[in-house]
């Protein structure tokens, strides 16, 4: 059989190729590629998912009542406002005995912000520590400080929340607190 013309291939390869193209530029794109649904201007869904945003107190100044802190361990977040402007986390803790101690919930020499777990086995589960008290973790480092013992601080004076577990430098910065009445107000930070 002899073989065809070369323009008559050319031609049948042409026509192939025109078409799949014909075929690409018709087709239906919502059956081929489905895009996401179409997004309502009159349906207000952010407004509808937003969280409340929680108003903590602002430190320095009164962040507490010794009624909210009334029983052993009770806690209450707030806000301290350094004197550079920075807005840090922050957290007073009623200790057993009556005294009150707060803290920076950020760990001194990073970024990492420090949590206050008063759910037992999730601090044996996620830090590996045991204890019969709430302990401050830092969840980047898994390090444990206790806040009934005494560490010391850069500047070599004993401050609460001793490393009972991991590899941090120091405790947790603390805040001063007073009462005036039933006012429990944080002052200064060490």
């Not at 760990?107 to 045991?130: A, N, S």
Request: hydrophobic fraction near 40%.
């Amino acid at each position: 059989m002899p073989m065809p013309p070369a323009w008559l291939t050319i031609a049948i390869v042409a026509a192939i190729v025109a078409g799949i193209g014909i075929a690409w530029w018709s087709r239906d794109p919502a059956v081929v590629e489905p895009g996401p649904a179409p997004i309502q201007a009159s349906a207000p869904l952010a407004a509808e998912t937003a969280a409340p945003v929680e108003q903590l107190p602002t430190a320095p100044g009164e962040i507490a009542t010794t009624d909210e802190l009334a029983r052993e361990w009770s806690s209450k977040r707030f806000v301290y406002r350094t004197s550079t402007g920075d807005q840090t986390p922050a957290i007073v803790v009623r200790m057993p005995g009556g005294n009150f101690w707060a803290i920076l919930l950020r760990e001194p020499f990073g970024t990492c912000e420090l949590e206050y777990v008063t759910d037992l086995p999730r601090l044996e589960k996620q830090y590996h520590y045991r204890a019969d008290h709430p302990m401050v973790g830092d969840p980047c480092h898994h390090t444990v400080f206790d806040l009934t013992r005494y560490g010391t601080n850069s500047a070599g004076g004993l401050v609460r929340g001793q490393v009972v577990h991991g590899s941090a430098i120091r405790p947790p910065i603390a805040i001063e607190i007073r009462t005036n009445g039933r006012q429990v107000i944080a002052d200064r930070m060490e």
